[in-house]
């Protein structure tokens, strides 16, 4: 905070409205003496409404942290997080809960529904949570781009991965949060289904002017956004505008496993490079075009069995990705919530 005091936060809150979230001068450093890891070095980035961002770099470069830090699951040991004009980083754990409730969606790698809750009441569980009124209308519309109007009665352990990857999406997206976090969205997707859930994401920016910050390794999916970060030891070293996919695997030349990292993709660049030519519409073109996914994978079967400890889907303890530690006497998150901690 010493280089960039009071005045510099006050200019972020007072900025006009293309900018929804800031990292200013965030430093995070976990341990102690020997064991003292910097994770986030002095770095600073803004964040503009309506956009995609993917955030890439080597393991260990600072990305879930830099995500965790922005979204309120983490505090940074200096600097300053503002989300809509609000000092994320200065609040307490209630303030927090509110905040991730009210302004933050999330798409975690592994899903994070809540296995007692058929797909409907996971899509509109953090809206009853808040105690927010529920917009049927675009209940309707956001289930019909994900494709999943023939398993809105379905639990999770009926759905396929990318079934219940699409239900994360629409959970996320249905009470309009200013940013959505997404944590390695397709990583446990196949190409086509990752290419399913990437177009739904993108045009969900593209129409609706929704921001998302997305996490990830793959380049192609790192493709579809319209600015990719890379990190290096907690800091921002390239920041790209509208990459294509070579453009992205250039950068990534002298990484060996840059080039299988995307292996399991088609053509992204041709999907993306088609994507402008398609009419302006309210729905995904990659979903609505994609042949009936949800009856295609209606076939497969999935053992993720409910979690014992999850009876309820509202007064279970706040369940989160496994990298996070979340003080135990956090009130229940609808949005983090899910099987994938519980176990
Ligand atoms: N809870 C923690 N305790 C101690 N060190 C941590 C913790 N979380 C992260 N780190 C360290 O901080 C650094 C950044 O970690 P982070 O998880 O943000 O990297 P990443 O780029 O997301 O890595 P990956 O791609 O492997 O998920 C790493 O050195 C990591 O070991």
Not at 97 to 122: C, D, H, K, M
């Amino acid at each position: 905070m010493a280089k960039h005091g009071r005045q510099h936060i006050e200019q972020h809150i007072s900025d006009d409205d293309a900018v929804v979230a800031s990292a200013i001068d965030l430093v995070k450093t976990y341990g102690d003496g020997d064991a003292r890891v910097k994770a986030l070095d002095h770095l600073s980035v803004d964040f503009a409404r309506g956009e995609m961002t993917a955030i890439m770099g080597p393991s260990g470069s600072g990305k879930s942290t830099l995500m965790h830090c922005m979204a309120g699951l983490d505090q940074p040991t200096s600097g300053t997080v503002m989300v809509e004009g609000l000092e994320v980083s200065s609040m307490n754990q209630r303030q927090l809960t509110r905040f991730r409730r009210e302004q933050i969606g999330f798409i975690f790698q592994s899903f994070n529904l809540v296995p007692t809750l058929s797909a409907e009441e996971n899509i509109l569980l953090p809206l009853q949570i808040a105690k927010k009124p529920i917009d049927r209308a675009w209940f309707d519309k956001v289930v019909s781009v994900v494709g999943l109007q023939q398993r809105l009665s379905h639990r999770p352990s009926q759905l396929s991965g990318g079934q219940q990857q699409r239900v994360a999406c629409a959970r996320a997206i249905m009470a309009r949060p200013s940013v959505i976090f997404a944590d390695e969205p397709t990583g446990n997707l196949d190409s086509r289904t990752s290419r399913e859930v990437l177009g739904f994401l993108k045009n969900s920016v593209h129409e609706y002017g929704q921001t998302i910050v997305m996490v990830t390794h793959d380049p192609r999916a790192a493709s579809y956004a319209d600015r990719v970060l890379v990190l290096a030891d907690g800091r921002i070293t390239q920041d790209l505008r509208h990459p294509t996919y070579q453009e992205i695997l250039r950068v990534f030349a002298s990484d060996d496993d840059a080039e299988d990292a995307g292996s399991g993709f088609d053509d992204a660049d041709a999907i993306r490079n088609a994507e402008p030519a398609e009419p302006a519409t309210a729905v995904a073109p990659s979903a609505a075009n994609a042949p009936a996914p949800a009856e295609e994978e209606a076939g497969s079967t999935h053992k993720d069995e409910p979690s014992p400890e999850v009876t309820s889907g509202i007064d279970m303890p706040s369940l989160v990705s496994p990298k996070l530690s979340i003080p135990e006497a956090e009130p229940f998150d609808a949005h983090t919530a899910g099987n994938g901690a519980a176990a």
